[in-house]
Every structure is written in structure tokens, then in C-alpha cells.
């Protein structure tokens, strides 16, 4: 493909006014040179660790023993195999997989709803709108600490104020019990969360244009049916971005899950990262935790993937 | 409007305000709480039943923490974590949105060899969770003697945010119309004149959606930083919060003191850019 502006190709009746001169000599190179800098510095943060975690994951590599740092070449799968036989492994995939669509899905819904509600009010959008927006701030380690202790059994404000409300007689033990301790991180993350996609969903209702809703007026439609047929619709491209973003912060769940329960007690609220996390840096099982962390971040990235194929075909119309 | 003459579609539209007010303050209770107990003493926080109105308010926690309380042997060199996130997070925002606005332009204006793969390999690169990169990282910049600087957390945090700031820039350069840099290529302009002097000035909301997400991103990062800084004089407030927490086990107060103070830097910046956030989330999909 010739490198040129967007531009000139999409106006084809305007290519003869095109300065062609200087136009085309240094297109070749610019947009590389305005990437360049961006690329260098992702291979080297992003890039070269990952090669380099593929290459220990075909290690027996165990923090501070260097001896170790070799591929053995008569056993080259070592971690690969322990992989497969790890039951607690599998058993964290699945949480993580099942996590990732229950808040995923709710908070989409629950996204929808509050964009819907916002849209609607008539008394201080604004401030509502910006208040909404606070969770978005917290650091994920702080919405950890804090889903932790209100989720405490004994002094935790969620037993107190179902025992205050006269519904529950002795302590409920919402991190230590399946399957409440997951719902409990849930809770947390679909706090966190639900406001990006609220915020977007609503920013995409304003847009809407209002000609379809005043045909519908005209024939009598319900607010239910103008939902159903004319917002929801029209809100695909938003939901596409909203699930992307959601998509590349999957991961900051895992600073939550570690803060709540770590994935205990007794792998009970286990998932992937929480388990490699600990299999690395506190069994020092460097080998084995890069392992699981790439068949991971394949999962990851082929989900992500799938996302930004929608939104770029989305995004070639304009 | 016609709806508002009719009694009864007055009131639903009352309870509909009245129901978001509620949902919303619900909403932010957890974070109104955290800041109560900040301010609270002891004897109301670890109560059973729980006090839910405070009686007495004390800043105690802050005094603790700034080391006003002798009793207290062990202390979290608080002001210096605080510096270090706000110099890590300032630097890297600065670096991120530069490239991220090159890069985003790139992508929305030109057509080039790889430009999709480019494209897609960026916005991969941030889907990447932290702990999968912090363990080869910590490898990394051990062996170049660059553990525990704040100029690495920096690279680190750049790294993380341009792709974000790129699709963001890269919607937002979208809005701008490209007959402007067509009728610069007309009188002579360079495609860097073009880029700086014509649509830069123009993206100047956009950069300032990106600078948010990615100061919010920076100020809260943690994953890597844990895994990166081990001494106090890299280590930034998330980490620190977390030696607080080992420090004093059950110390909620603390906790929700350090927290408190950290979302102040955070609540100003969202206030002040909540508009530009809000567009910002949607360039590329809204036009104008």
C-alpha cells in the first residue's frame, strides 16, 4: 500500500489539486517517524518481556538460583506438562473465565440501565453525571482494601448492617465461603467499573439524533419499544468501546482479588493471576508462573483481539 | 415541553430524578465512608453495633502518619511516597500523550505498510496484564542497575499508556476534518507543519481527555511498581499503602486515611476534565 493522507484517497475527485511535490516524497516516512518513538518504547516494556517470559517458561527457572536459568533440553515441556496435570491451575482458569463474564455482562446491564436513567433526568445531570464518575477514580488496590473491610465478617459494614437491619443473626463469612467470597470481588469490581460503561453509554444516548424517537412518538410506541428498537440499537458502537476498554482493564482485577482474599482461603477464590502471582514470587516457581502467564495472556489477547476487530470495522465508516 | 402540563407524567418524571439521586448516592457511599473513617476515633470504627453517624470527629490518623506521634516506632515515609507518585505520574502523563498524539495521528491520517497490525499490536500491548510484564521487567532492570528509580517507573508507566492515548488521539483527530491539512499541503505546508502547527492546536480537548486516563492509570498503578520498587525511595502511594497495611495489620483507619488523601490529586483532576473525559471515552464514534 502507497503511504499517503487518508485524505487524497477518500477524495478521489480532489487528487488533481493534491501537491504532489512534497505530499508524497516525505509521506513515506512520516508516519513512522510519529510512531517510531511510541514502538520503541512498547518492544521494550511490552515486547521483550514477554519473549523473554516465553523463554523461562521452558525453564525450570527459580528466583535467585541463576543455575537454573537454562533450557533442559531432554525435558523441554517440564512446565508446560505440570501446567496440564495442575488441577488448582485449571480450577483458577475457569474462576477467571467465569469472573470476566458474569461482571462483564452485568456491568453492561447495569451500565445500560444507569445511562438510561441519567439520559432522563431533568434536575442536575451534571452533577450526576460528574458524581458517577468517582469510582472511576479509585486505584484498583484501594477498592480492594476497602471491599475487604466492609466485606469483613466481624467489623465489616456489610454484616452490620444486615444485622442492624435485623436480617442475619451471626456474621456472614462473605470471604471465606464459596461461593460468596468470589461475589464479594465481583461486587468490588462491578463498583469500580459500571461507571466507565455508564459514562460512555450515556455520552452515546445524548448523541442519538432525535428524528427516529419523534417517528416513534408519532406511532405510539411505548418507552419500552423505543428502547428495544431505537436506543439500543443505535448504542452498538458505544457498547463496542465500552467492552473494549473493559477488555484492556480486565487484568486490574487481580490487584482486587489479591487485596480481598489473595485467592484463598484454600484456592477458593483463585484466579489466574493470583495463582501465577503467588507461584512466582512467593514459591519463587519462576518457570512455571511464566508458563501459565502466557497461556493466559493468549486467552487475553485473543478475546481483546476479537473486541478491536469490531471496533475497527465499526470505525471504517467514518 | 408538552410533558410537563400533564400531572401525571410531572410526577413519574419526579420519582425518575428522584430515583437516580438515590442510586447515585448509593453508589458513592463506600467512598464517603472511607473518608469518614478517616476522621473518626477508634472506639466508632472497630464498634459492634456499627456507628453509622459519627460522633466525634479527630484527625488524629493524619497526625500518626506524619509522624506526630512519637509512640508510633515504625512510620511510612508518607511525603516522600507522595512525591514520588507525583512526580511519576506528571512525567508520565507528559511522555504519554506527546507520543500517544504522534502515534494517533499517524493513524488517523495516513495509510501506510502495516498500519492495522501497528494498530492492533499497540492496543494488544495494553491488554497485556502487569504481572505477566513485572517478573521479566524486574530481570530487566536489575541487570541494567536501574531498579528502584522513579525514571523507570516512569518508562514503564509511558510504555503502558501511550496505547490507550493513541486510540484515544487517533478518534479525537478523526473529528477534525482533513481538508484543513489538504488546504496546508496546498500552500506548501511540510506534513510536520501540517501536524504541529495546524492540527495540534486544534486537538488541544482531546489531549487533555488523554492526560486524565492517563494520570489516573499512572497515580494508580501498582501491579509492576510492587514488583519494581523495593526500597522507600522508589516506591509510590500505592505500594506504600500496601507496606502500611503489613505494617498494621488491621489498622483500618489508617488505611482509610492514606486513601482519602490519595483521591484528592484524582478528584481534582476528574472534576476539572470530566467533560473532556466524557467526550474523550466516545471520539470516533460521535462526530464534532
Known sequence: MAAEPLSTVTQATTASARPKRRGSRTATWFPYFLIAPAIAIILLVVLFPLIYSFYLSFTPYRLLKPETLAIRWDDVLINYRRLLEDDI???????????????????????????????RVTRGQSILRTLIMVPMMFAPILVGFQYGWFFNATVGIVNGGLRDLGLIQTPIKWLVDVPLGMISIMIADIWMSTPVVAIILLAGTLSLPSEPFEAAEVDGASPWQKFRFITYPMLGPFITIALTIRSLDMARAFDIAMIMTGGGPANRTELAWTYINRLALNDRNFGLGSAMSFVTVVVTLVFTLYFFRQLIKSRIVY | MVASVNPRKRLNQALLNLLAWVIVLVTLFPAVWVVLTAIRPYSEINAVPVVWIPREITFEAYVNMFGGNPDMVTQAPIGRYALNSIIVALFSTIFAVALGTAAGYAFSRFRFRGHTTIFLGMMLARAIPGIALGLPLFVLFSRLGMLNQLSTLIIINVALNIPFTAWLMDGFFRTIPADLDESAYIDGASHWQAFWLINLPLARSGMAAAAVFAFLASWNEFQIVSIISRS??????????????????????????????????????????QRHMVRGLTFGAVKG
Open chain 1, 89 to 119: 491451575f485449571w480450577r483458577a482458569f475457569g474462576n477467571t473465565i467465569i469472573y470476566v463474564a458474569v461482571t462483564v455482562n452485568l456491568q453492561l446491564v447495569l451500565g445500560l440501565f444507569l445511562s438510561q436513567l441519567l439520559a
Open chain 2, 232 to 273: 522507600p525511595e522508589g516506591k509510590t502511594f500505592t505500594v506504600g499503602l500496601l507496606g502500611f497495611i503489613q505494617t498494621f495489620t488491621s489498622d483500618w483507619r489508617g488505611m482509610a486515611a492514606l486513601s482519602a488523601l490519595m483521591m484528592i490529586p484524582a478528584l481534582i483532576f476528574v472534576v476539572l476534565a
